[in-house]
């Protein structure tokens, strides 16, 4: 009954907390975003606590594990444990890890899984063994969960996450602003118009409009503008 229910049990749960972490997240959400945390607890779930489960039923109480599999208890049980026990704890840190994390114990899942499905296939053509760690739940999760991780992890590859989409944009957007925006002014341009303005305005004297009335004809007589317009007109 245990060996039929858990590996079920720990895909419902897996399911659940995705969908919890979906609705909690904030809108919008993204499909990488659902991607991402199903992957996380599919590693966490279905493969990481199943094979921390399974080491701990072979090597601490293999004949009952061996029987319910239809099998004779085997010294082999103890390294069937243990890859398991390998299998377990590099899930749990591939949950949390990148994609290169993931992909590795992804690899590593598919092997191991995928030929304990097949061993379990042909023992049920060759002996007609239909006892439930044989032919129950475990079989169709042997070969559910590692074509699950390798799919989701070419969904994420096609789908990146809302936050690294958002840093490209922004990204993007700061590379035409510069592109976009005038050059700024070299700060020897701006020391030469100041020195030619103060220079213009030493030369020109007061301005006649800002004086009283009768100092502005005066000013206007004396001003060198007025000798220039003189002197032109003399030539």
């Given at each position: 009954?245990?060996?039929?229910?858990?590996?079920?049990?720990?895909?419902?749960?897996?399911?659940?907390?995705?969908?919890?972490?979906?609705?909690?997240?904030?809108?919008?959400?993204?499909?990488?975003?659902?991607?991402?945390?199903?992957?996380?607890?599919?590693?966490?779930?279905?493969?990481?606590?199943?094979?921390?489960?399974?080491?701990?039923?072979?090597?601490?109480?293999?004949?009952?594990?061996?029987?319910?599999?239809?099998?004779k208890?085997?010294?082999?049980?103890?390294?069937?444990?243990?890859?398991?026990?390998?299998?377990?704890?590099?899930?749990?840190?591939?949950?949390?890890?990148?994609?290169?994390?993931?992909?590795?114990?992804?690899?590593?899942?598919?092997g191991?899984?995928?030929?304990?499905?097949v061993?379990?296939?042909?023992?049920?053509?060759?002996?007609?063994d239909?006892?439930?760690?044989?032919a129950?739940?475990?079989?169709?999760?042997?070969?559910?969960?590692?074509?699950?991780?390798?799919?989701?992890?070419?969904?994420?590859?096609?789908?990146?996450?809302?936050?690294?989409?958002?840093?490209?944009?922004?990204?993007?957007?700061?590379?035409e602003?510069v592109?976009?925006?005038?050059?700024a002014?070299?700060?020897?341009?701006?020391?030469?118009?100041?020195?030619?303005?103060?220079?213009?305005?030493?030369t020109?004297?007061?301005?006649?409009?800002?004086?009283?009335?009768?100092?502005?004809?005066?000013?206007?007589?004396?001003?060198?503008?007025?000798?220039?317009?003189?002197?032109?007109?003399?030539?």
């Open positions: 009954m245990i060996v039929s229910v858990v590996p079920v049990a720990l895909w419902v749960i897996a399911l659940i907390c995705t969908v919890i972490a979906v609705r909690r997240t904030p809108r919008p959400i993204t499909f990488g975003f659902a991607v991402e945390r199903l992957l996380r607890y599919i590693f966490i779930f279905p493969l990481g606590v199943q094979s921390l489960w399974a080491f701990a039923c072979h090597v601490f109480i293999p004949e009952q594990t061996a029987a319910a599999i239809g099998w208890a085997s010294p082999f049980q103890y390294e069937v444990g243990v890859a398991n026990l390998g299998i377990g704890i590099a899930s749990l840190y591939a949950a949390f890890a990148g994609f290169g994390a993931r992909a590795a114990v992804a690899i590593m899942a598919t191991f899984l995928g030929g304990a499905g061993g379990h296939i042909r023992d049920i053509a060759s002996s007609g239909l006892a439930p760690g044989n129950g739940s475990i079989l169709f999760t042997d070969v559910l969960t590692p074509i699950a991780i390798i799919l989701l992890l070419l969904m994420s590859q096609r789908s990146p996450p809302a936050a690294e989409k958002s840093a490209e944009a922004a990204s993007a957007a700061n590379v602003d592109a976009e925006a005038p050059p002014p070299r700060i020897e341009d701006e020391l030469e118009k100041a020195r030619q303005a103060l220079r213009e305005s030493l020109a004297g007061p301005t006649p409009e800002i004086l009283p009335p009768e100092q502005r004809k005066s000013a206007r007589a004396k001003s060198p503008r007025s000798e220039g317009v003189a002197d032109i007109s003399d030539a």
